[in-house]
């Protein structure tokens, strides 16, 4: 019983410690409290209420560790907190209650951070540039901000704000790292180079960037010193406002592109010349320095009389070389002639503002000029006859006289129609031999499986109004099945048909192939059931009649021509 007595009268030692890794730190720097317990199961989670008065708690992490020694098992759990003090003077890290165990108070000295001398440089500071330094600076156009951080070695964990002008957008272009030397200080310097576009004429207001960072000071010449994180420093650029102007009263044109420079170039896909109906691509392209890609404007086209245009979806890319953007963007147009004779692409002048010169300026891109054949399927018209001839009259060579006798073509064009009607009863003997189909005047004729998929295709774009996939299944029963020998294409098809109205829809089929896929228009105001009943009913004409050896008449049908 004496021996229980004087462990009950002994105190218990606290299961609950605390702990500071320096009593005495500078302004701005950071202490490091550890409270640690050995008991496993001991919660470390308390009021700091107390303690944030004097000191702001910048990190907060939980340690445990667990280990046998001679088959007992020992814990460690830790709470780390990281504090920096929000004032200088003496502090005093107050009781902090875990249960029913407190920690002791731990006393801190803080000193005032040193004072610069006069005349020497600050560890770290920002200078700003403005390219161009004077104005004017127009609205939409672009203004360099060069922004130089200066640090010395010693500065660690450092963050800079982005700037943040009002109204204006911001992009970065360039960050470039070197040394520089100022007061006889050797620093680190980090540039940054910003194109910044305001939004609107009047003031614009660029707030000063700021600087955080934590400066490891080494107060003795000892290689080796305890791992700090250094005391925090903040540090502020000037603000800058700027005027600017809107666009200029003497700029005439009707969209405003205010630029370094700009660039009016085009390529054309074609050669000299073309077929009516045939397209031609031409892409124009600009190239704007001080201008990103969604600031250029499309080219107003005149009138194009005689032709048809296609315009594709505008292509466009921004890039930098480190001072300006370069915005780059590309236009595609597909015309298609629909007269012979001379296609002028005509000439294109887009107005910009030069704000190196501070003037208006004109881009200007040179006509081009195709000239454009007769189709390939239409025969030309026929030649005017001379006063005192008839039509009958025979086409004399020039070595011949002029006394040839109009029945010479009498005969020769007997001979063709004899010829005709023997090869027409030939192929209908064959084909009646072979089991055939003898299509008569209301039969429905015989159709391969193959076509007849394909045929089932094309109804069901039409009857759904899906035009693009209606295009694509005329396309290729024309390619297996069509009347159009050699080249197979709708708009030779359209030229052939010798019916308008099955032209005008295979146009318009035509020209969703130059559409963007994510045209909203695509497809509206086609009649596709009225296309598919028009289109079946020529079909059955022509496999009826139209089908066979072309007539002796149609002497300008491809297959019949010697050039």
Request: proline residues 8%.
């Amino acid at each position: 019983m004496a021996v229980l007595a004087v462990f009950v009268s002994m105190p218990l030692q606290a299961t609950v410690q605390a702990q500071l890794d320096r009593s005495r730190i500078t302004e701005g720097e950071t202490v490091t409290l550890t409270i640690m317990t050995d008991q496993a199961r001991q919660s470390l989670e308390a009021d700091f209420s107390e303690l944030e008065e004097n000191f702001a708690i910048l990190d907060r992490r939980s340690e445990t560790q667990l280990s046998i020694v001679n088959g007992r098992q020992t814990a460690s759990v830790r709470l780390i907190l990281t504090l920096e003090p929000k004032a200088v003077g003496t502090f005093l890290i107050p009781e902090l209650t875990f249960g029913s165990d407190k920690t002791p108070t731990i006393g801190v000295q803080v000193d005032p951070a040193p004072v610069l001398e006069p005349g020497s440089q600050p560890p770290v500071f920002i200078e700003l540039d403005v390219v161009p330094a004077e104005g004017p600076y127009y609205v939409h156009a672009q203004i360099g901000l060069v922004v130089r951080v200066f640090y010395q070695q010693n500065l660690t964990e450092a963050a800079i704000s982005q700037p943040d002008p009002s109204p204006a957008s911001v992009r970065l272009m360039q960050e470039t790292p070197f040394q520089a030397e100022r007061g006889g200080e050797r620093y680190r310097v980090l540039e940054r180079t910003y194109a910044v576009f305001p939004e609107r004429s009047g003031e614009l207001n660029i707030p000063p960037m700021q600087l955080t960072g934590r400066l490891v000071e080494r107060k003795s010449s000892s290689v080796w010193q305890p791992a700090v994180r250094g005391r925090r420093v903040q540090v502020e650029s000037e603000a800058l406002q700027l005027v600017i102007e809107p666009k200029p009263v003497k700029f005439s044109g009707s969209e405003w592109q205010p630029a370094r420079d700009y660039q009016l170039t085009q390529q054309i896909s074609s050669g000299d010349s073309l077929r009516v109906g045939e397209p031609v691509t031409r892409t124009v392209i600009i190239d704007a320095v001080g201008l990103e890609e969604n600031m250029i404007v499309e080219p107003a086209w005149p009138e194009l009389p005689d032709a048809r245009i296609y315009p594709d979806q505008p292509q466009g890319i921004t890039r930098d070389n480190g001072q300006w953007v370069l915005g780059h963007k590309e236009f595609r147009y597909a015309v298609v002639p629909e007269k012979e004779g001379e296609l002028v692409l005509p000439e294109l002048k887009v107005n910009w503002w030069d704000t190196q010169q501070n003037q208006a300026r004109m881009a200007t891109l040179a006509a081009h000029t195709i000239y454009v054949q007769p189709s390939a399927l239409a025969p030309p018209p026929p030649a005017p006859v001379a006063p005192g001839f008839t039509s009958n009259d025979a086409t004399v060579s020039p070595g011949f006289a002029g006394n040839a006798e109009p029945a010479y073509w009498r005969w020769v064009a007997l001979i063709f129609a004899v010829m005709w009607i023997v090869t027409l009863l030939a192929a209908l003997k064959l084909r009646g031999r072979n089991g055939g189909p003898l299509a008569g005047a209301g039969s429905t004729p015989l159709i391969s499986e193959n076509e007849a998929e394909m045929l089932s295709n094309l109804k069901g774009a039409c009857k759904s109004g899906d035009q693009r996939r209606a295009r694509s299944a005329l396309q290729h029963w024309l390619r297996e099945y069509g009347p159009v020998e050699n080249n197979r294409s709708l708009l030779e098809f359209a030229a052939s048909t010798g019916d308008p109205v099955i032209s005008e829809c295979v146009y318009a089929l035509d020209a969703e192939g130059f559409r963007a896929k994510d045209d909203s228009t695509a497809g509206q105001g086609w009649d596709g059931s009225g296309f598919w009943v028009r289109f079946d009913q020529w079909r059955s004409r022509w496999i009826a009649g139209d089908k066979v050896t072309p007539p002796l008449t149609d002497l300008y049908a491809r297959q019949n021509r010697s050039v």
